[in-house]
């Protein structure tokens, strides 16, 4: 693998040549030739070289030193091709540092740079089958001692990448919005494998577990508080408001060719023909509010005015909006019933319809 290749030098501009000005880009280009030519064994470089070179340049503290730390990052990517990093090539990087001005404070600092990202992808690596052996923490603890990386920010990066590894199970698990058993087991058996502290809310995650249950599991009878027919159980009931369709006239105007004729002072006729036109508008009219009490054969509504049943098998489809449900029976009118949870009421009577 080649790290450094030789270039020519610069020429002289016309001025140049007339004010005998060398080009001080060839200090650094000069520099690299000797890297290029000296590779397989840099120790064997002389720094009087070096001193040369920036005598015959005038090159001062600052000069080049963004092109410098380039040359030296080469080098650290061509000592890091597999990942490790050796007391021989750490006494090379050292030398190299030495020969292009650099301090020990940058190279000690690229490195640790270079090393967090390995390993960060190290650690990837080895929590991608959710769990982490006593031999891989060993490894990771080698590797950190390899790269001068305390235990702490070791710790940081290791719970950074498992916590985020966790989070996209979970952000899956809320994206399809249902948490089966197995699902359950699996996320309980990720944060065991990798042996580390999660704190989340785990309301939504409750939710998408019951919303699983209410699709694929037996459902929970519940004590009825209104009296039901034989064989009749309870399921769910919730606080609902009662809505049906209604249709309103809005204002009446009147349209149509007239024209007026005097008769007398002040007193005119007006003739031709006049016709009414009415508008209308169709609106949600809150009928009564109350309980919703979803059994296995109907809808017992007990409201404030009346009472009301809807039975299963005369539903024909259910609607889901954000504030509510609305019914489609197979005669009268479809009510909507307005709730706090509309997603929950629908899984039920569709669970229930299907079970019907």
């Known amino acids: 693998m080649v790290v450094y290749e030789t270039e020519p030098l610069v020429e002289q501009s016309f001025f140049q040549k007339i004010f005998k000005i060398i080009p001080k880009r060839n200090y650094i280009i000069e520099l690299q030739n000797l890297l290029a030519q000296n590779e397989d064994n840099l120790l064997s470089i002389s720094l009087q070289n070096v001193e040369v070179l920036k005598a015959k340049y005038k090159i001062k503290e600052n000069n080049f030193k963004r092109e410098r730390e380039i ?25 190299l540092c030495r ?25 990837q690596y080895v929590i991608a089958d959710d769990k982490i052996t006593n031999s891989e923490r060993e490894e990771l603890t080698a590797l950190r001692n390899e790269f001068n990386i305390s235990d702490s920010d070791g710790q940081k990066i290791y719970s950074a990448e498992a916590k985020k590894k966790i989070q ?48 694929n599991a037996d459902l929970p009878v519940l004590v009825s508080p209104v009296n039901l027919q034989k064989a009749e159980v309870l399921y769910y009931l919730a606080k609902i408001a009662w809505y049906e369709e209604r249709t309103r006239t809005t204002y009446v105007s009147y349209a149509g060719l007239t024209a007026n004729f005097r008769i007398t002072k002040g007193l005119s006729l007006r003739v031709g023909n006049i016709a009414p036109s009415r508008h209308t508008e169709e609106y ?36 889901p909006f954000a504030n509510g449900i609305e019914i489609g029976k197979d005669t009268g009118k479809k009510p909507f019933f307005r709730c706090s949870d509309p997603e929950m009421m629908g899984l039920y009577l569709a669970r229930l319809l299907k079970d019907f």
């Open 71 to 95: 040359l030296l990052d080469r080098y650290i990517s061509f000592c890091l091709h597999d990942n490790r990093l050796s007391n021989e090539e750490k006494k090379r990087l050292s030398f």
């Open 99 to 123: 020969l292009l001005d650099l301090s020990d404070e940058h190279l000690l600092r690229r490195i640790r740079e270079e090393g967090e990202l390995i390993y960060r992808n190290k650690v």
């Open 168 to 215: 996209a199970y979970i952000d899956a698990l809320i994206a399809k919005r249902r948490v089966s058993p197995d699902e359950e087991k699996t996320l309980d058996n990720m944060i065991a494998g990798l042996n580390i502290v999660v704190h989340f809310t785990d309301d939504g995650l409750q939710k998408f577990r019951r919303f699983w249950d209410i699709e």
């Open 284 to 319: 949600m009219k809150r009928i009564d509010s109350g309980y919703a009490y979803f059994t296995n054969k109907r809808i017992v509504f007990v409201g404030k005015s009346a009472n009301r049943t809807i039975p299963l098998s005369k539903i024909l489809f259910i609607t």
